[in-house]
Nanobody
Framework: ELHLAESGGALVQPGASLRLSCAASGFTFSSYAMTWVRQGPGKGLEWVSSIKSGGSTDYADSVKGRFTISRDDINSIVSLQMDGLKPEDTAIYYC???????WGRGTQVTVSS
């Protein structure tokens, strides 16, 4: 059974850092691309970052240079290191397995002074 479980969300001040993690199970993790998608208050879904099975990465312009996606194929974890957080980064962050259209439940990130 597929399962994605996000963790690491918190309330932080502008400029702070957070690391989100997504623990995956129920599929051959190393064979699949993984993505992070977010939904801000009153907004639609916004793609944030992707990492392919070979490790190549891609980022939305809004987070490029501040966020870093990585994967641990041994432990089936995809992470999102977020530095220089801004109030506009406030959102629920979802881990997504795009090839199966499977989503985790999300983790809340709030950036506020």
């Amino acid at each position: 059974e597929l399962h994605l479980a996000e963790s690491g969300g918190a309330l932080v001040q502008p400029g702070a850092s957070l690391r989100l993690s997504c623990a995956a199970s129920g599929f051959t993790f190393s064979s699949y691309a993984m993505t992070w998608v977010r939904q801000g208050p009153g907004k639609g879904l916004e793609w944030v970052s992707s990492i392919k099975s070979g490790g190549s990465t891609d980022y939305a312009d809004s987070v490029k240079g501040r966020f870093t996606i990585s994967r641990d194929d041994i432990n089936s974890i995809v992470s999102l290191q977020m530095d220089g957080l801004k109030p506009e980064d406030t959102a629920i962050y979802y881990c997504n397995l795009p090839q199966r259209d499977y989503w985790g439940r999300g983790t809340q990130v709030t950036v506020s002074s």
